[in-house]
């Protein structure tokens, strides 16, 4: 559907793997579907354990690599038809070492300035200014190195620097996993507040059920390949036949 931003049909992905004498194909996403962010937009959160796929899921929804059998599509377009320049400001990643984004030779400014390919000083400063305000950043960072700030902050900047391409849908894959709680919570906060005040829809991976409840009310809960729930907590707390949810669950009823 043209209004609908994001369409995940029946995904399937493999990868080779060596064993002693031959490859095997190892089965990643065993036939993942859904929709999000139908007329507006939408923030979720995907849990699963270690393994289950999400960075599998993450990585082809952001066209980083290529799958075996189903079908991407935002606002009804398959994302092989699109154009580079266009599937770049379709979707930005998130990634849990902010220095993926970083460059830790750059003053941020540069870093920030990349963002914009050709584009004119002056119209790349404004959404520049623009973003750290609504990001509650200080022009001051602009001319520091990455390594010049806390883990907290620095993940807050390659936030903001993925913002700068005005993406539709942000991919953020466990961005605080080396963070403490009060970090944490920043992050979490700062993406909620992406949605209210920029409106793009927000994919958050954790293998944190506490985190997800706090960030969104939908969360889609993956195992072994698969999606076994999808729902607010209530729905997924209805789904503990499966063995990983009642673990997630009892875990949280401590
Ligand atoms: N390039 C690769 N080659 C072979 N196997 C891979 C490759 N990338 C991932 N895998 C395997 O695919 C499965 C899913 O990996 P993926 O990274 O998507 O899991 P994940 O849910 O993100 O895990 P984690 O929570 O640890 O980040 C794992 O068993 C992993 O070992
Ligand atoms: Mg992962």
Redesign the pocket.
């Given at each position: 559907m043209a209004n609908t931003l994001l369409e995940v049909k029946n995904l399937i992905k493999t990868?080779?793997?060596e064993e002693f004498f031959s490859t095997k194909k190892?089965l990643?996403l065993d036939g993942i579907s859904f929709c999000a962010g139908e007329n507006t937009s939408e923030s979720f959160s995907v849990i699963?354990?270690?393994?289950?796929?999400?960075?599998?899921?993450a990585k082809i929804i952001a066209g980083l690599i290529e799958f075996d059998f189903g079908e991407v599509k935002f606002f009804g377009k398959n994302i092989k038809s699109y154009a580079p320049r266009e599937f770049a400001s379709m979707t930005q990643m998130v990634f849990q070492n902010p220095y993926a984004s970083l460059n830790p030779k750059l003053k941020i400014k540069s870093s920030f300035l990349e963002a914009f390919y050709g584009a004119q000083k002056d119209e790349a400063y404004k959404i520049i200014e623009d973003t750290l305000k609504k990001t509650g950043l200080d022009a001051g960072i602009l001319d520091k190195y990455p390594h010049q700030f806390s883990g907290g902050q620095r993940q807050r900047i390659a936030i903001a620097r993925s913002l700068l391409k005005k993406p539709k849908l942000i991919i953020a894959?466990?961005p605080f996993a080396s963070l403490d709680v009060y970090s944490q919570n920043m992050i979490t906060d700062i993406f909620s507040d992406i949605r209210k005040n920029f409106g793009i829809s927000i994919m958050l991976?954790t293998?944190d059920i506490s985190i997800a409840k706090r960030f969104a009310q939908r969360m889609i809960v993956?195992d072994g390949?698969k999606i076994v729930a999808d729902g607010n907590y209530d729905d997924i707390a209805g789904a503990k036949e499966n063995k990983y949810i009642y673990d997630l669950i009892s875990a949280m009823e401590l």
């Open positions: 990868y080779d793997r190892f990643a699963g354990s270690s393994g289950c796929g999400k960075t599998t899921l894959d466990e991976i293998h993956m390949g």
